[in-house]
C-alpha cells in the first residue's frame, strides 16, 4: 500500500524557517521524481520544487528560489522541504508527490503525479 505522509507544518512567524518531512512507503522512492506543491486558500495548487530520482538535482519556481531548499535520504524514504525567510505569502497546505517524469519538466507537470500525500498546513504571520 502506498503512502506519503507529510509532516512539521504550524505557525511561523514573517522571516521564520520552518522545515517539512515527508515520508513514503509502498513504492521505490529512488525510482520517482518528488515535488513539492502548495496549495493556497482560494488558489490553485502551484508546484514550488522537486527533486530528481537519482542524483538529488532540483528544481525550483521563481518566486521560491533561494529560500526553499529541497533534500531527500532514500535509505529513510524521507523528504524534506527546509523553508527560510518565509512570508505571509508562503501560506498554504504544502504537499509531497511522486512522479516518474524528470525532474527538470516535473514542477509544472502535477497531473503526473501519482502518490500524493495529504498535506501540511504552513501559516505565515505577519
Known amino acids: 500500500q502506498v503512502q506519503v505522509v507529510e509532516s512539521g507544518g504550524g505557525l511561523v512567524q514573517h522571516g521564520g524557517s520552518l522545515t517539512l518531512s515527508c515520508v513514503t512507503s509502498?513504492?521505490?522512492?529512488?525510482?520517482?521524481?518528488i515535488g513539492w506543491f502548495r496549495q493556497a486558500p482560494g488558489k490553485e495548487r502551484e508546484g514550488v520544487g522537486c527533486i530528481s530520482s537519482s542524483d538529488n538535482r532540483t528544481n525550483y519556481v521563481g518566486s521560491v528560489r533561494g529560500r526553499l531548499t529541497i533534500s531527500r535520504d532514500n535509505a529513510k524514504n524521507t523528504l524534506y522541504l527546509q523553508m527560510n525567510s518565509l512570508k505571509p505569502e508562503d501560506t498554504a497546505v504544502y504537499y509531497c508527490?511522486?512522479?516518474?517524469?524528470?525532474?527538470?519538466?516535473?514542477?509544472?507537470?502535477?497531473?503526473?503525479?501519482?502518490?500524493w500525500g495529504q498535506g501540511t498546513q504552513v501559516t505565515v504571520s505577519s
Open positions: 508527490a511522486a512522479t516518474t517524469v524528470p525532474y527538470l519538466v516535473a514542477v509544472r507537470a502535477a497531473a503526473s503525479y501519482g502518490y
Open positions: 509502498g513504492f521505490t522512492l529512488d525510482d520517482h521524481t
